[in-house]
């Protein structure tokens, strides 16, 4: 096992026996299974819809994929990893090192591949399990490790099933189908739709960009590692420490801005977007449809090194005229016009507000989630449901989403979550859930901050609930981590 991924030593406390199930074999599967194992908790199962492990990284693969999130922040802080290619490394990379790590710290055979959890009840103090193929489990704690980005959003255009070429969703990447030569058009102007663009279009004869909102674009260079640098992360992990603690701290920098519109280095965001479009984008008919009315960052931040370049090929066409509907031979806009196509993308993204379901979850006195969530989804610290005892989500409603890394957050939530199951484990309590006083406080106070962020200045964006309020964590990612030092005990309610 290579001293990259090796494992720490487990916990050796003892108590109450526990058994656990996991809702997901991604990335924060992954890390709770270790961690229960570390704290010598191994009765668990790790319940997987997919025939993968690795979440959002197995589903995604089309061209172009990468995170946002440089990669030496994007990796456990225990598993350091030296071979990262690129500042942001593909996506196949990210999967690839999911996969090992899982290997190596012992996780495989406690995954059950293909079965996917459909209910979850609260009985007698325990929680029982069904899954798709009529397996049933009954268990202490459910950790819902769901994920965000993982139920595909189609649009509703008239015609789309009409079109009489290739058509799929981004997260669905049909590889069977030829780009080389082709007539592409691509959907949705997000991440995942720059990525794409990119990527593909000096393969293709031509590429169509239906742009509904035009984004911000923060330039970032990608470069490699060469070899002597990968070397030297090998033989000297604090290099990777030091990387990795500079890239933490950028991003620290970066949620002090966006939490606070007015602030100095939300300034600095938007001088920097600014001038990457102005000075990269040479047409200035172009660069106006591609100058967005709404203020940068106030829509998750596009970072890309290469995406003016590639909408300004010659072969590559900016659409901003509204989809009228699509016809077997391609798209037409409002104007009348028909885009001729062989090919057509679905990059529009997630159903970003459904986190566990379509899991149902019924809770104490039978409430079910869908219930506790009829106005909006809502967690205390994202974490826990009034309501709901010993059941914890990872990266659930109102957590840090935005442009961090998920794999930090997750990490922080997991260690305050252990904390709550040391309170099972050593039978001061039986049952453990936020009370509805303290979610009440926790999402007054985070409503009332989210008005003063950068999310709030007059876009239309996933990050936003039904009021227009960002549901997303509206304070500096500092206060995040000190929230997750220790739970605050009198937020919670202990029984038995």
Excluded at 114 to 128: L, Q, T, Y
Excluded at 392 to 412: D, I, K, R
Aim: with cysteine; proline share 5%.
């Amino acid at each position: 096992m290579s001293s990259a991924f090796g494992p720490t030593a487990a916990s050796s406390s003892t108590g109450r026996d526990l058994r656990f199930a996991i809702v997901g074999a991604g990335m924060a599967g992954i890390l709770t299974a270790i961690k229960l194992k570390e704290a010598g908790l191994s009765d668990f199962t790790v319940y997987e819809k997919a025939d993968r492990l690795g979440g959002t990284w197995w589903e995604n693969t089309y061209p172009g994929l990468s995170c946002d999130v440089p990669s030496h922040l994007y990796c456990y802080s225990f598993a350091l990893n030296p071979e990262w290619s690129h500042t942001f490394s593909p996506g196949s990379e990210i999967q690839a090192y999911f996969e090992r790590v899982a290997s190596d710290y012992g996780v495989v055979p406690f995954i059950r591949f293909g079965d996917e959890v459909v209910s979850c009840a609260f009985d007698n103090g325990r929680w029982r399990i069904s899954t798709a193929s009529g397996h049933r489990d009954e268990v202490d704690v459910v950790i819902a490790a769901t994920g965000v980005l993982h139920h595909p959003k189609y649009p509703d255009i008239k015609g789309l099933d009409s079109f009489g070429g290739a058509v799929f969703h981004s997260a669905r990447w049909d590889h069977g189908v030829t780009l080389d030569g082709a007539r592409v058009g691509i959907i949705g102007t997000g991440s995942t739709a720059v990525q794409i663009v990119s990527a593909i279009v000096e393969r293709t004869e031509r590429l169509v960009l239906f742009q509904r909102t035009a984004q911000w674009v923060m330039p970032a260079m990608n470069p490699a590692y060469t070899p002597e640098e990968q070397a030297a992360f090998r033989r000297d992990r604090h290099l990777m420490e030091e990387l990795r603690a500079g890239v933490s701290q950028l991003f620290d920098g970066f949620s002090g801005a966006v939490v606070d519109a007015e602030s100095p280095q939300m300034k600095m965001i938007e001088d920097a977007c600014l001038k990457n479009l102005e000075d990269n984008v040479t047409d200035p008919g172009l660069r106006e449809r591609l100058r967005p009315d709404y203020r940068a960052a106030c829509k998750r931040l596009i970072v890309s090194a290469d995406f003016y370049r590639a909408i300004q090929e010659p072969n590559a066409e900016l659409v901003t005229d509204a989809i009228d509907s699509v016809e077997p031979g391609g798209v037409r806009t409002a104007d009348g016009e028909l885009h001729e196509l062989d090919v057509l993308v679905l990059a529009t993204g997630f159903k970003v507000d459904a986190f566990v379901r379509p899991m149902s979850v019924v809770g104490r006195d039978d409430r079910n989630l869908e219930q506790a969530w009829a106005r909006r989804p809502e967690a205390y610290l994202s974490i826990s449901v009034p309501g709901f005892p010993n059941f914890f989500m990872l990266n659930g409603p109102n957590g840090p989403v935005g442009n961090f890394s998920l794999v930090e957050v997750a990490e922080l939530q997991v260690g305050y979550i252990m904390q709550l199951v040391d309170r099972l484990r050593t039978g001061e309590c039986h049952e453990i859930s936020a009370t509805q006083a303290a979610m009440d406080r926790f999402e007054a106070a985070r409503v009332e901050a989210a008005k003063k962020t950068v999310w709030a200045t007059g876009c239309r964006s996933w990050y936003l609930d039904d009021r227009g309020i960002p549901a997303a964590w509206p304070w500096h990612f500092g206060r995040f981590r000190s929230a997750m030092v220790a739970p605050e005990w009198e937020a919670y309610e202990l029984r038995g």
